[in-house]
């Protein structure tokens, strides 16, 4: 091969390389900008989904508090006032301003009136609350609209010694 056809071969090859590197870079951060999106609404899930467990458990404690002051003056026991969660739902209202990017709500088809684990009108010792938390995602939103995250919290009401 003569140096002329040679140098010619090598121009024409640089010139066919020119701007493969800009496209290996738009692709890459494609990639890297949906991975981003991808990481900003797992953790805003995960965030919530901990929210909502936060919640739950509060309103169940504030629930248990509500004693029967009868039943604690006639035998002792802890047993919680049947009163339709009266307390875990002004909680749940409380708390619900500070749901942020959604909104909360509690699950009142969970047991007696929403909260009682013991059968409907039998008031027991234990209280379990169910609190849905809805909110949209930050950047898959287009995809899966909203998303309800159900958690649940349990308290149990007991005298001390």
């Not at 701007?19 to 965030?47: E, H, P, Q, R, Y």
């Amino acid at each position: 091969m003569n140096p002329r056809s040679l140098r010619r071969r090598l121009g024409k090859r640089k010139r066919d390389e020119r701007g493969s590197m800009t496209v290996f870079v738009v692709l890459w951060s494609l990639v890297i900008v949906m991975v981003a999106a991808l990481v900003i609404d797992v953790g805003l899930a995960i965030s919530q989904r901990e929210r909502a467990a936060d919640i739950a458990d509060q309103a169940a404690r504030a629930e248990a508090q509500n004693l029967s002051i009868v039943s604690l003056r006639q035998s002792g026991g802890a047993v919680i006032q049947d009163d339709g969660c009266r307390r875990a739902t002004d909680y749940l209202a409380a708390a619900a301003a500070s749901v942020h990017y959604g909104s909360a709500s509690l699950n009142t088809g969970y047991g007696n009136g929403g909260c009682l684990v013991n059968d409907p009108g039998t008031p027991g010792n234990s209280v379990t609350v169910s609190v849905n938390v809805t909110y949209s995602p930050f950047v898959f939103d287009l995809f899966s609209g909203t998303v309800t995250v159900t958690e649940t919290g349990t308290a149990t009401a007991a005298t001390g010694n």
